[in-house]
């Protein structure tokens, strides 16, 4: 049977993304809130936990964009179509300004099904033709409500489901085996060539510090 075509925004509450303003102050070193930002997400939707960063304890107005298990995050600002799901761990998290959250009814579609759709490459296409396209492309919470779903009866979501996660599990193993290998590769060169390299030293402007001796600062210009 042909899945029927329901609208995202009959599946699903979505909610716009919170003020800019709300993130003036967000940080590594803030000891409140985490906040889920576009470079939180990885390619195999999910969240990268390890750089969080938080807003202050102080911050008030967050309870609207909380997030909880289920949910999806879509970055609506920029690197449009990016897409997490939200593991139960997360709540109590919020969502950037660069964000909007999907909360799926599940008693007509399963989350992981839908977040799966949502990242097919087809309707990445059709979601960024709704894109306003300025100095940053932007997509509003009416343009992703309007999104067509094709929706196929529960029980097969689950089954799609259930394949999908076993897909998304050996997606992390393999980026994780890809980022220790390109460690390993960089450390071969400094093993075997040390940290100068022929013409570097002699170029570099007298009094400088050695490489070795450079202050290691943390790094905070990360994209939002």
């Not at 075509?5 to 003020?19: A, F, I, K, N």
């Not at 985490?34 to 939707?45: E, L, S």
């Not at 609207?64 to 997360?90: E, N, Q, T």
């Given at each position: ?5 329901v609208?995202?925004?009959?599946l ?16 590594v ?6 906040v889920?930002?576009p ?12 750089a ?12 609207r ?19 997490a799901l ?6 109590q998290?919020i ?15 399963d ?13 990445v ?5 709704h ?17 067509p ?5 529960l ?27 390109e ?6 060169f ?10 570097m ?24």
């Amino acid at each position: 049977m042909k899945p029927e075509s329901v609208m995202l925004g009959d599946l699903c509450q979505v909610t716009p993304s919170p003020s800019s303003d709300l993130f003036t102050e967000l940080s590594v070193e803030a000891d409140g809130t985490p906040v889920v930002t576009p470079a939180d997400i990885t390619p195999a939707r999910q969240i990268d936990t390890q750089a969080l960063r938080r807003l202050p304890s102080t911050a008030t107005g967050l309870e609207r964009y909380r997030l909880r298990g289920g949910d999806l995050v879509l970055v609506r600002l920029g690197s449009v179509g990016r897409i997490a799901l939200v593991d139960d761990g997360d709540e109590q998290w919020i969502y950037h300004s660069s964000c909007i959250r999907i909360r799926p009814d599940t008693s007509r579609v399963d989350p992981v099904f839908l977040a799966a759709y949502l990242a097919y490459p087809p309707v990445v296409d059709e979601l960024l033709s709704h894109v306003q396209v300025g100095t940053v492309p932007v997509l509003t919470a009416g343009s992703l409500k309007a999104l067509p779903v094709a929706l196929p009866e529960l029980r097969k979501q689950r089954l799609m489901a259930g394949a999908l996660s076993e897909v998304a599990l050996q997606m992390s193993v393999q980026h994780r085996i890809l980022a220790r290998l390109e460690a390993v590769g960089q450390g071969l060169f400094t093993k075997i060539l040390g940290d100068e390299f022929p013409g570097m030293a002699a170029s570099r402007p007298t009094g400088a510090l050695s490489k070795s001796k450079v202050p290691r600062t943390r790094r905070t210009n990360r994209m939002s």
